[in-house]
DNA sequence: CGGGGGCTTGAGGCCACTCAACGATAGTGG
DNA sequence: CCACTATCGTTGAGTGGCCTCAAGCCCCCG
């Protein structure tokens, strides 16, 4: 319950775990960088050139309408893989939440392994797959939920993804929740502030993206699942 | 422009494009089979033991709340393949939206191929990509267009998609484009009526979904791209 | 011709959005 | 260390876009 995923060394789908450095192949280029808070990575439509392995640090993926109108696809945490694209382009665009540090890969030496060795070709799959996974639940919470639901999806996401013994430091604004959540920020706040109401959830001292984690039954419940 | 890319033979990714009678491996297992309107093909997290491609019809995935509410993923029509799962069950439910013929395969045997022949593999991933990208345009919209935005995205695909000579016969009721789009079928009547009556769309004698894109300029000026 | 499903249209309601004010907090520079 | 400021978050009031509920039409199909 309380396995901290936030580890990077912990996860499954490591850089390393798309075989960069298995067997036969020498790790080709790993190298690293570090991006200050709400810096862009990398924009929509770029030449997709690396693949980004988060360090340390939150990253948001979005799309932008032309009147500003902003959809995040995903938040990328400590260990996710992210900008992985098959097509040449990115189809986000990618900033870092706070400061953040990533680890690079070239793409093209990722394709060449991939061609050769079907262990690595089978892992991209698998995390195509699982992004694709998530896109398609994803629709179902901004096309049916509503707002509390929505909300009660995303803190049990997060709780998931880096609650340590309940507790969730959330890297990221109540605007990018909403962004997230096809809300708006003033909703994510009258959500949270009725489920701290209702018992659900507690703030830690001052800082109101520390969550706590009190009812994580009733909390479940608000959150239906297909 | 009025390429017939419901053509299934003239598609690039049709079952047979996956290899499966390519060069070295015999065709192992493609039969048929039919469903009647409204017919369930597979339901949600059941095991995926097949994959299959529309032959003739049209099909509707989806996935549903425990109170009834519906969202759509995707429709699939004449090519298209689906049910390609990575994990083992089904993440949607399929049904033929109107009497619908499709062909199949085994999935195993599929992997199986996958697993030696470099070309199947990326096909797979391409495909897989494909869908991913769909589904991340999707968020957009469902999180943050309007419902006219929506109901011009959906007819711009479908124009990209069915049309001949700019005629759209459309397969699927109100009620499935509503939750396609995350609307209602009121809202997307309206919407539609508001179309007729700015003179960017017709229908034809008198069936109602039989559309002539009358003005795809002014409809494409109605779908914000991000 | 009768029944039923699909579509449109209207009237009214509600949930989320918009606009606004205010407090709290973190970051900045003196 | 402390003002100063900008940013973030909360809360309230009012609006509006989409939903709900309802009626009626048309077409398909027995």
Redesign the interface.
């Given at each position: 319950m309380f396995v901290r995923t936030a580890d990077p060394e912990s996860r499954p789908n490591t850089l390393g775990a798309l075989g960069m450095e298995s067997a036969s192949n020498p790790i080709v280029n790993l190298s690293e960088f570090s991006y200050k808070k709400g810096k862009e990575i990398f924009g929509?439509k770029e030449p997709a050139e690396y693949v980004y392995q988060v360090k340390f640090g939150a990253v948001r993926s979005y799309?932008?309408?032309?009147?500003g109108?902003?959809?995040i696809?995903a938040f990328h945490l400590a260990g996710d893989i992210f900008g992985l694209?098959?097509?040449s382009d990115h189809?986000?665009t990618a900033e870092a939440i706070v400061n953040t540090t990533v680890r690079l890969i070239k793409r093209r030496s990722l394709e060449m392994v991939a061609?050769?060795d079907?262990v690595v070709?089978?892992n991209?799959?698998?995390m195509?797959?699982n992004?694709?996974?998530h896109?398609?639940?994803?629709?179902?919470l901004?096309?049916?939920?509503t707002s509390l639901e929505r909300v009660a999806a995303f803190l049990i996401e997060m709780d998931r993804r880096i609650a340590a013994a309940g507790v969730m430091p959330l890297p990221m604004s109540r605007r990018d929740i909403a962004?997230y959540?096809?809300l708006t920020l003033e909703t994510v706040s009258r959500a949270l502030s009725r489920m701290h109401v209702l018992g659900i959830i507690g703030f830690i001292s001052t800082n109101q993206r520390q969550i706590v984690l009190l009812d994580r039954h009733q909390l479940a419940s608000l959150d239906?699942?297909?």
């Amino acid at each position: 319950m309380f396995v901290r995923t936030a580890d990077p060394e912990s996860r499954p789908n490591t850089l390393g775990a798309l075989g960069m450095e298995s067997a036969s192949n020498p790790i080709v280029n790993l190298s690293e960088f570090s991006y200050k808070k709400g810096k862009e990575i990398f924009g929509e439509k770029e030449p997709a050139e690396y693949v980004y392995q988060v360090k340390f640090g939150a990253v948001r993926s979005y799309k932008l309408l032309p009147d500003g109108r902003r959809q995040i696809g995903a938040f990328h945490l400590a260990g996710d893989i992210f900008g992985l694209e098959n097509g040449s382009d990115h189809r986000f665009t990618a900033e870092a939440i706070v400061n953040t540090t990533v680890r690079l890969i070239k793409r093209r030496s990722l394709e060449m392994v991939a061609e050769s060795d079907p262990v690595v070709s089978r892992n991209l799959l698998s995390m195509t797959t699982n992004n694709l996974q998530h896109a398609e639940d994803h629709m179902l919470l901004l096309g049916r939920k509503t707002s509390l639901e929505r909300v009660a999806a995303f803190l049990i996401e997060m709780d998931r993804r880096i609650a340590a013994a309940g507790v969730m430091p959330l890297p990221m604004s109540r605007r990018d929740i909403a962004d997230y959540l096809g809300l708006t920020l003033e909703t994510v706040s009258r959500a949270l502030s009725r489920m701290h109401v209702l018992g659900i959830i507690g703030f830690i001292s001052t800082n109101q993206r520390q969550i706590v984690l009190l009812d994580r039954h009733q909390l479940a419940s608000l959150d239906l699942q297909d």
